[in-house]
């Protein structure tokens, strides 16, 4: 049997596009609703031709109105059809805290499996260019915490297309985070419809130095340490874990038994993260075998600035990255 | 209108067992048999059914933390319903919901919460299913006059009638969100007046009054079914008993808020009483029918609380894992 090699290139933005395209196209049960659906200046080229292909019945637009509109994405799950909630900027999902969490979180527990809800939460990190406080956050670590979430997060174009079918496939709601800045990363993207399990991580590099873990749009500038790292003859295994929960804690656990090193790096806050949550992985399961303390790199515990001389000192970047990895193997 | 006495039995017959599940938990939460939260529907029983007599299998409800009554109506099972606020793993929600989310998807009635409010934009995004199967269903939302204080209620009102949705926004009216008056809580104390504000049927309806209910409703119902929802009901109500649980709440006890008088005046509007005199007037049932209808509810009722308590509530690391996703 021979592989066939995929060469058809797309970008992280049409690559969600292909997914909504081609799922709703299988199944006339699937409605997409959230602000911004007809306009590229909400959600960049992830809905391009969706109102044309599937009408505004199923493709809808919507008043601010972030609780009601998800809390009816809920609904429609409820009602033997599936939905996918886009909320193009994730600060303005607070709102529709409560159907996320209250009610579809908990809805198939609570009702001892009479119903579950097949629903797909879908909010954009939008942030830089002196947006400030609330254009800027990335919420993930606050959806991992709640039972009956599970929270993707795809770092390149082939996961952003395989992990949305996975979203809309599966029972249950899922919470599918991506981040504006990633828009323009094109990958290797087959062009039939495909699935990348929830649960599992992307080895993006094998190494032996040290395992970097990597969440979201940090996989990018991790990629982009490793390859000057490599100059250095530092030899990094990059994690892409795609899925915050549930972990692929079996990858976690079997890179850093090689490696014996860790470093963490969140394009969220520190306190309370995903970060913390890792760390605390790797330290109950590898603590024997570290030859350091498992380090991490997040946003500091501070609400992010307009000013880009402040953004850049906030946000993490590749520099960063190498500091810290060159610390680490001091 | 004209009531087939077919119709009009059924009126009385559930809201009759309604009225005897509700009152049947009492004695068991004072014996701390029942221990989850319970919020008796004593007193408002014409609201759901009088909604409920109008509505299809194909129709979904959503419910709120005071949903036996629409359970039932909508033919949620009675022994199911039971079970579960006893906590038992034979109940609709196997013990995972007590009172508070009693669910039974196989009749239409898809879930309740006692998040205030929380349940509104699921009924809105049943009756956007509705609208988009075009299978001419219709979606009833039931919640309290508490409701009306949070914004949801009206980005949904404001929506359903933006796509001219099938949905019937039910406000159970009882003049007390928890310990607060009405008039304490709102600058208006008709909601019914606020839903006319977005270009909608709108009405009020002496909640007591199980044909008014059920006029109201049938006029509502075509309006949708005709793609041309949605439709408010304000069913004005009284609970007769309190917020949760047996105590009524009333001044001068510990929990210290409803006027005695207050109290007395309702119970002049009971509407189960009410109804069974003008039943009688009319000569559809006569009072031994009655009498009968009530001790065969009775028995039945109390004869599933005995079988119930002999069954064991769900407990052990393997069910308390159950049901966090679905496979």
């Known amino acids: ?330 | 209108m004209a009531y087939s006495v077919k119709t009009l039995k059924l009126l009385y017959q559930m809201m009759l067992r309604i009225r005897i599940c509700e009152e049947s938990f009492i004695e068991p939460i004072l014996n701390r048999e029942i221990l989850c939260p319970v919020h008796l529907y004593t007193g408002e029983e014409a609201v759901a059914v009088g909604v409920c007599a109008n509505l299809e299998k194909k129709d979904k409800i959503f419910g709120s933390h005071r949903s036996h009554g629409h359970y039932l109506a909508k033919g949620g099972d009675l022994k199911e319903l039971i079970a579960e606020v006893y906590c038992r793993g034979n109940g609709c929600s196997r013990g995972r919901g007590g009172s508070m989310h009693v669910i039974s998807p196989e009749t239409g009635m898809l879930g309740s919460a006692p998040i205030v409010g929380g349940t509104i934009s699921l009924a809105l995004g049943a009756s956007l299913a509705c609208s988009i199967q075009n299978d001419q269903s219709v979606a009833v939302s039931f919640f309290g006059d508490g409701a009306s204080g949070e914004g949801v209620l009206w980005e949904c009102v404001n929506f359903a009638s933006l796509k001219k949705l099938p949905i019937i926004f039910v406000c159970e009216n009882n003049f007390y969100s928890t310990h607060m008056p009405i008039d304490e809580i709102r600058a208006n104390r008709n909601i019914y007046e606020a839903a006319k504000a977005f270009d909608i049927f709108s009405k009020q309806a002496d909640g007591n009054n199980v044909l008014e209910v059920y006029d109201i409703t049938k006029m509502a119902v075509d309006i949708c079914r005709r793609g041309e929802g949605p439709c408010f009901i304000e069913a004005r109500t009284y609970r007769m008993r309190g917020h949760v649980g047996p105590d009524d709440n009333i001044q001068g006890s510990h929990t210290d808020i409803r006027p005695k008088k207050e109290i007395e005046i309702w119970a002049m509007k009971d509407p189960i009483t009410n109804f069974e005199e003008y039943l009688i007037a009319n000569c559809i049932v006569d009072s031994e029918e009655l009498t009968a209808v009530k001790e065969r509810e009775k028995e039945l009722i109390s004869a599933l609380h005995v079988e119930i308590k002999s069954t064991n509530k769900p407990g052990g690391k393997e069910e308390l894992y159950k049901y966090v996703f679905k496979d």
């Open chain 1, 1 to 330: 049997m021979s592989l066939k090699i995929n060469e058809r290139k797309l970008n992280y933005g049409l690559a969600i596009n292909e997914a909504l395209s081609q799922m709703m196209e299988c199944d006339k049960g699937i409605i997409l609703i959230g602000q911004g659906v007809k306009s590229p200046w909400y959600v960049g080229q992830t809905c391009k031709d969706l109102v044309a292909k599937f009408g505004e019945d199923r493709v809808i637009d919507t008043p601010v109105s972030e609780n009601a509109m998800t809390g009816a994405a809920v609904g429609v799950a409820l009602s033997g059809m599936k939905a996918i909630a886009v909320h193009p900027r994730i600060d303005f999902l607070l709102y529709a805290i409560d159907p996320i969490i209250n009610e579809a979180a908990n809805w198939y527990y609570m009702n001892g499996g009479k119903l579950s809800v097949p629903v797909v939460f879908w909010p954009i990190i939008n942030r830089g260019g002196e947006q400030g406080a609330q254009h800027s956050q990335a919420l993930h670590a606050m959806f991992a915490h709640i039972p009956g979430l599970k929270v993707v997060m795809p770092a390149d174009a082939y996961s952003a297309k395989g992990l949305m079918v996975s979203a809309i496939r599966d029972p249950n709601p899922v919470v599918y985070i991506d981040d504006r800045w990633l828009y323009g990363e094109i990958s290797d993207v087959p062009e039939e419809i495909y699935d990348v399990p929830i649960g599992k991580a992307r080895l993006v590099a094998e190494g032996e130095d040290i395992t970097v873990i990597a969440v979201s749009y940090m996989v990018k500038e991790a990629e982009l340490a490793l390859y000057e790292l490599k100059e250095l003859d530092i030899r990094v295994e990059l994690i892409d874990i795609r899925t915050v929960k549930p972990l692929d804690v079996e990858s976690i656990i079997k890179s850093v038994s090689k490696t014996k090193k860790a470093l963490v790096v969140d394009c969220g806050w520190k306190s309370f993260g995903i970060s913390s949550e890792i760390s605390s992985i790797i330290n109950e399961n590898c603590f024997d075998l570290l030859k350091h303390p498992v380090r991490r790199l997040a946003l500091p515990d501070c609400p992010a600035p307009a000013s880009s001389e402040l953004e850049k000192e906030y946000y993490i970047s590749k520099k960063d990255i190498i500091r810290e990895i060159r610390n680490i193997l001091r």
